[in-house]
T-cell receptor, first 108, second 114 residues
Framework: GQQLNQSPQSMFIQEGEDVSMNCTSS?????WLWYKQEPGEGPVLLIA?????ELTSNGRLTAQFGITRKDSFLNISASIPSDVGIYFC????????FGQGTELSVKP | DAMVIQNPRYQVTQFGKPVTLSCSQT?????MYWYQQKSSQAPKLLFHYYDKDFNNEADTPDNFQSRRPNTSFCFLDIRSPGLGDAAMYLC?????????????FGPGTRLTVT
């Protein structure tokens, strides 16, 4: 079946640093999405990407839909403590296929 | 604010004792989903409804059932919970079509099986 490889699995960074994470797949997706999940809560949609090459920002977050349609990345600039959580990529191929998540820890 | 609401947030049940989790939404979305999420894992789709049209995932155990009496409400019934069913259960909603991929999740119900 379709699988997404999300990396890194976890990140420990200092407040103010920039963060980059990505997802790759052997399959083509028509839509890529990025979600954030905080402890004890449901995932929250951050960014949805619908076109290959598309670059979209949401505040300090920027995500890109790879040209090959097999990958996507998410950047967070100038991280703050409330960025802590698990970030999931998801590719849309009939249904949402989720990556395994990147757990982000931010040290004040 | 429009939202997805799940009750209860925490549920404890005994091994083999039926349990029902509920979800309601004020977004007026016609698609509703139930996901199971175990610790440190991605959400796993159990089933979804397009309006009243029920769609089961092939690997969803028969122990899991669902009901959607109207647009706003959806229920997850676990007929005989086992220890392996302890997890966070997430309800989500979306519009249909391409926007069906923009899913809005509730806060989840954490199920403990004793």
């Amino acid at each position: 079946g379709q699988q997404l490889n999300q990396s890194p699995q976890s990140m420990f960074i200092q407040e103010g640093e920039d963060v980059s994470m990505n997802c790759t797949s052997s399959s083509i997706f028509n839509t890529w999405l990025w979600y954030k999940q905080e402890p004890g809560e449901g995932p929250v949609l951050l960014i949805a990407l619908y076109k290959a090459g598309e670059l979209t920002s949401n505040g300090r977050l920027t995500a890109q839909f790879g040209i090959t349609r097999k990958d996507s990345f998410l950047n967070i600039s100038a991280s703050i403590p409330s960025d802590v959580g698990i970030y999931f990529c998801a590719g849309a191929g009939g249904k949402l296929i989720f990556g395994q998540g990147t757990e982000l820890s931010v040290k004040p | 604010d429009a939202m997805v609401i799940q009750n209860p947030r925490y549920q404890v049940t005994q091994f083999g004792k039926p349990v029902t989790l509920s979800c309601s939404q004020t977004l007026n979305h016609n698609v509703m989903y139930w996901y199971q999420q175990k610790s440190s894992q991605a959400p796993k789709l159990l089933f979804h409804y397009y309006d009243k049209d029920f769609n089961n995932e092939a690997d969803t155990p028969d122990n899991f059932q669902s009901r959607r009496p109207n647009t706003s409400f959806c229920f997850l019934d676990i007929r005989s919970p086992g220890l392996g069913d302890a997890a966070m259960y997430l309800c989500a909603t979306s519009r249909e079509g391409q926007q069906s991929y923009e899913q809005y999740f509730g806060p989840g119900t954490r199920l403990t099986v004793t």
